[in-house]
């Protein structure tokens, strides 16, 4: 029996101790008409045989062709370390730390990843993560709804497509108007964005580099924010944020980001985590779990999950949110890989994806017909127009071994020339060539 | 011990990225978009980060190395073979935008399959008609399955505005329903069941305002709820729909199926009932199934076959509720469940079931005479009790940690005195489950004894007792607030 230690003696003598002939007379509560109509299922297989069977499924799969795919989701290299320490089954086998005595190693890794993510973004303090980038934005949202007492949301168009779905989705039951403002050739329209906060608005969110790619300050936006009692929002990618203006610095309320790209494999979706910072005065309206810092019997310093006055298993219906755990081993991948890649590292692979993107923007506009879709300044994501639909360009060079970039013309019609390229250092110059040899073929 | 950024000295560093052929990123961007000072992150040798997090693993309890009677939170074994399953580079280098290319499909075949199986997995364990494995943990699945229930009495053209819970669930219960724009009644429960009068007299008041009753079954205090079919037509009467909280479905797997209880939506948490490993607190993932007439509003996309056997996404779904997650769920996650289920099979998922249940009550007998067990008979997969006279449940459960057992879940449900959850699970075994009350016989006996000496404990751990008040007043959330 596959994982369950019982003796056939051990089981007689259970039962006997229990007062019943037989395991099914355990369930003697659940009545005949209750039971299951049938329970049709294959029987159980060998490890070997599980594993083989995964194999082959593995092998159905083709994520192995040179890509340029991002949208919001990055390749990137993580290093070996993270998988053996993340791996540690001591972390790996542990349960949400409500016995801070026998849970100090979580929640010290907790309350450093705090520490990260809010030097990362220079916000002033950070939660212990939420499911992914889009529950982040969303229960950003959700903050700046409960503080300000207001219902209308006005959110960037150039905001990731996947992100404001989401939003729309999480918002459905809830009488928010979310107001949209339309971005320019893959730009985001700053005054358009500042003119729409007025006193019924929430919050206003915008993103940085935003979904095509461009990098923008938006402390102008922020600042019309606040002078109308409005939080400022932002989502960031966290890599590119090492050499960023940061949300801090731009006047944001609150700082979100998806995770994904700090140690997280893509792993077809998830999962991945969600960053949550705030600025100080806003720490109570900040959702999920928070390790604090303390003292024990002894003076020692030592960690708690905080402020759980706010959670759901104590304010039940008026809790800051339904959410119940966090991402906690996803948060211990990104702080373990933040601490291999230290200041430099993180620099490094920022500079590399925009100088790749860089090289990449310049041999693709050298074809007859391609350009920029602006000349705004990007990250490591460029958006370039193309003298032919998108969709069907990608799937021609998908043929031929290699995945372009995204077609963005699905989530924003009127652009189905325009392909999204991004670079990471899993990428080489190799590549690019290779890339602009084929697409030229194609043109 | 010291924070990885006390551990960080200048000038050191691991080396992890070539340095580029790139330029700097001022000469890149212009100034005014650059951030003026790099992050202070840490600046550590290789060797620094592994025994840092090395140390800090070591003043963790974990199951693999602490029986860990966590109630209400299924900690089982994880089964290692399923960690390699989701690390195969075919999975996990996936991009899930692949997938939504024109001709992507054909690149994520094998990931498209498993997803379709883990759906037709879920299905048959529970009675549904249809899953959804987007939602990414049990908290995230609740808030998916009330939004169903929102979409149904739409569709309907009506708005019911009010959700029934009872005072025993799950307090993410009511947040869920409460995120969903739900208003909450609260039903009280009479000797631990839902009291189907009350249930009469609530629905007869709000009748038409009631969108459905969210109930956890067994229920929190470990009981099967004795009153099912009545509550089923009382629901179905009004046409309000009937929420089934899965966290306890370990303890019923091949012995009930909620569809076919008469449930219309059932959120399972893989990381409990499928032996997926929980991280210290996640990730996990929420899978919601739905009957029929549900259906139509499972997130979009969905994963369908052809009849010549290929998979794909189908957006094609006027009446989705939308997107609960970016792209597919916790892939990851579902992987290793899916592993499990395969490698236990139906009469294994069954026998999940008879172990848990056994186990539990193994232990409620043995503990009869030790600590004051409420209810005399038989429980599911877990059991509550209250501490002995005159013994603070928390003391008992910092005396546990001393002796290096996990403490049992302490003063949940509110409605016990003392409370003291547990759930020892199908995979220990009879030596751990009596080691365990062996331990608990000693402590009692010494706090009767001298009830100071347990409020010291846990005395051998990296710490004492912690001042929580200290932490919520003072409130240092990161290295540079204190």
Redo the contacts between chains.
Sequence with gaps: MPFIPHTPQELREMLAVVGVRSLDDLFADIPPDMRPKHFNLPKGQSEAAVCAMFEKLAAKNRPGMTSFLGAGFYAHHIPKAVDALAGRSEFYTAYTPYQSECSQGTLQAVFEFQTAVSRLLEMDCANASVYDGGTALFEGAMMAVRATRRRALVVDEAVNPVWRAMLATYCAGLQLTIKTIPQKNGMSRSEALSAAVNEDCAAVIVQNPNFFGVVADYAGVFAAARENGAFGIISVYPVMQAVLKTPGEMGADVAVAEGQSLGQPLSFGGPWLGLMSCRKEHTRQLPGRIVGRTTDDDSNTGYVLTLQAREQHIRRAKATSNICSNQALCALRALIHLSLLGPDGLVRQAEHGMALARFAAGRLTALRGVELLNDAPFGNEVAMRLPKDAEGLVAGLMDRGCVPGYPVGRHYPGMENVLLLACTEANSRNQIELLAEELGDML | ?K???AKSVPGR?????????????AH???A?????H???????S?LD??R???G???????????F?P?GS?T?????K?T?????????????????R????E??????L??LYEAER?LC??T?MEAFTLQP?????G??TGV?FM?AYHRAKGRKRAKILIPDSA???N?????????E?ISIESRDGMIDPDVLSAVIAEHGDDVAGLMMTCPNTLG??E?H??RIVAELHGADALLYYDGANMNA?M????VG??GFDVVHLNLHKTF?T?????????GPVGVTARLAPFL?APRVAVRENGSFYLDDNLPQS?????????????V?KAL?Y???????????????A???A??LK??LEDVLDVPFD??CAHEFVASAPEGLRALDI??AL?ERGF??P?VY?PLIVRECLMAEPT?????ETLDAYVEALREIVAQGKADPRALA?A?RN????????T???R?????????
């Design positions: 011990m924070t990885i950024f560093g691991a080396c992890q990225v070539d340095s580029a052929d790139a330029p700097a990123a890149m961007l212009p005014g978009l650059l951030r003026i790099p992050p202070l992150l840490p600046r550590c290789e980060v592994v840092h997090f090395t800090l693993s070591q003043r963790n309890y974990s199951v693999d190395a602490n860990y966590l939170c900690m089982k074994y994880s089964p073979f960690e390699y399953v989701a690390s195969l580079p075919g999975f996990a280098r996936l991009h899930p935008l692949l997938a290319l024109e001709r992507g054909a690149c994520a075949q094998g990931a399959q498993c997995w048959e364990i009675g990414m943990a049990g908290a995230n609740e808030f939004s929102a799950h307090g993410t009511p947040a869920s329903a409460a995120l969903a724009g739900f909450i009981l099967m004795l099912l079919p019923i091949g012995k009930m199926r076919d209880a032996a490993p929980h991280g210290g607190g996640g990730p996990g993932s997130p509720i939308g997107a609960m997650t970016p792209f597919y769920g916790n892939f990851g996650v992987l592993a289920m395969l490698r236990l099979g139906g009469d294994g998922l069954a026998r999940v079931a008879e172990y249940v056994l186990n009550n193994y007998k043995r008979k038989l459960a910092k940690l996990h403490a879940t949940f199908e995979t220990e075994s009879r010291e846990p751990l990296p710490v004492r007792r912690l001042d929580e200290a932490a919520a003072r409130m240092v959330l990161t290295e540079d607030m204190g």
